[in-house]
Nanobody, 120 residues
């Protein structure tokens, strides 16, 4: 089970930190990722990180603003989001899989999503 939290309403230029706790599975085995879905749009890749933290990938739209990290001891993955813009408004989902892939269908387990709203 994946439980995401930390979303909310923030003004443009602000920051939020999302968390996703994994339970019931061996967290350290998985590639962890964040995706987002805005109203009327398809779910899109945001970032991922492998189990050893040696590989991270970001969507071009968030590079330099968002940072993914993980604490394997706490079974938690984080997404630090800085310099938020209205176009970042979406439901953010954490996901677990076996490959450092940006395609959502490569991830087997999903959290319930947390809403991020950025006002202009």
């Amino acid at each position: 089970q994946l439980q995401a939290s930390g979303g909310g309403l923030v003004q443009a230029g602000g920051s939020l930190r999302l968390s996703c706790v994994v339970s019931g599975r061996t967290f350290s085995n998985y590639v962890m990722a964040w995706f987002r879905q805005a109203p009327g749009k398809e779910r899109e890749f945001v970032a991922n990180m492998n189990w050893s933290r040696s590989s991270t990938n970001y969507a071009d739209s968030v590079k330099g603003r968002f940072t993914i990290s993980r604490d394997n001891a706490k079974n938690t993955v984080f997404l630090q989001m800085n310099s938020l813009q209205p176009e970042d408004t979406a439901v953010y989902y954490c996901a677990a899989g076996w490959f450092t892939d940006s395609a959502s269908n490569r991830y087997s387990y999903w959290g319930q999503g947390t809403q991020v709203t950025v006002s202009s």
